[in-house]
């Protein structure tokens, strides 16, 4: 093996998906779907976007092993109160690995990010269908 496959394989799945202009590329796309799709859009009808979209990146970018700090607050603080469905959530979740998958994100950080994401459901869903 050489020196550069070796650098390579080391790089962290952040470096390895394109690094910060990447992540809010994929952040745009995702908030485009989200707001475009009308189950879920009135449950950010209040919601300040541009520093939703800024933490959003900040926490993809910081699961990804980037050199980011995530800012925004825990999860379960974030979204008590929105009565979010196990629907709404997974319809999320499929908006997000959508853009991700048209990114070219490789399967191996696709499965990583996939698995810390369903962790998260429990501090997100509030309300039974
Ligand atoms: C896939 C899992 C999810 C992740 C990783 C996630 C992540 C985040 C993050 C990082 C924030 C910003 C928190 C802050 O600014 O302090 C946020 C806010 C928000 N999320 Fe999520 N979220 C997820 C699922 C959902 C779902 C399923 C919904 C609704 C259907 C939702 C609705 C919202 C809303 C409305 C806000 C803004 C709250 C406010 O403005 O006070 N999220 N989310």
């Given amino acids: 093996m050489t020196e550069v496959d070796t650098a390579q394989d080391e790089q962290s799945p952040y ?19 989200v707001l475009g799709d009308p189950t879920l859009a009135p449950y950010f009808a209040e919601s300040d ?14 699961l990804l092993g ?3 700090a995530y800012e925004g607050r825990e999860l379960r603080d974030a979204h008590a109160g929105l009565a979010i ?19 070219g994100v490789p399967d191996d ?18 309300q039974q269908s």
Avoid at 15 to 33: H, L, T
């Fill in 15 to 33: 470096a390895r998906v394109g690094g910060g202009a990447a992540v809010r590329v994929v952040v745009d796309q995702f908030y485009e779907r």
């Fill in 49 to 62: 976007l541009a520093n939703l979209k800024r933490h959003q990146v900040q926490l993809i970018s910081h």
């Fill in 66 to 68: 980037g050199p980011v």
């Fill in 85 to 103: 469905t196990p629907e709404a959530y997974a319809r999320v979740v499929e908006h997000l690995v959508g853009v991700l998958v048209e990114a």
């Fill in 109 to 126: 950080i696709l499965a990583s990010l996939g698995g810390t994401l369903e962790a998260a459901q429990p501090d997100i869903v509030s």
